[in-house]
């Protein structure tokens, strides 16, 4: 029905940066919050950043300044800015969205795949 694929995650230095991105793709009739949930070994799954339909954000206070969270609704996609990167920033980072889907109308919270983010020190 939906899916969500990631891409852009890998291995880069302290102080480096990446850019995830999240597509959605399937019967969808529109997305609600979009969010990057991030998971490190041996811990919990914790939520990075939020961004609703109008834009507004809200992030984990240790990537405030760091990270930047956005969305394209026309390609129903979200993006994730990591700059100056910590080695405490390794984890699998997950994309998370509410999806209200048509035909009939429900909604449904679908989880992306994960894509690795590795930063050495």
């Known amino acids: 029905q939906v899916q969500l694929v990631e891409s852009g995650g890998g291995l880069v230095q302290a102080g480096g940066s990446l850019r995830l991105s999240c597509a959605a793709s399937?019967?969808?009739?529109?997305?609600?919050?979009m969010a990057w949930y991030c998971q490190a070994p041996g811990k919990q799954r914790e939520l990075v950043a939020t961004?609703?339909?109008?834009?507004?954000?809200k992030y984990l206070d240790s990537v405030k300044g760091r990270f930047t969270i956005s969305r394209d609704n026309a390609k129903n996609t979200v993006y994730l800015q990591m700059n100056s990167l910590k080695p405490e920033d390794t984890a699998v980072y997950y994309c998370?969205?509410?999806?209200?889907?048509?035909?009939?109308?429900?909604?449904?919270?679908?989880w992306g795949q994960g894509t690795l983010v590795t930063v050495s020190s």
């Open positions: 998370n969205a509410a999806v209200l889907l048509a035909n009939p109308y429900r909604w449904l919270e679908v």
């Open positions: 961004i609703d339909s109008s834009g507004n954000t």
């Open positions: 399937g019967s969808i009739f529109s997305i609600n919050a």
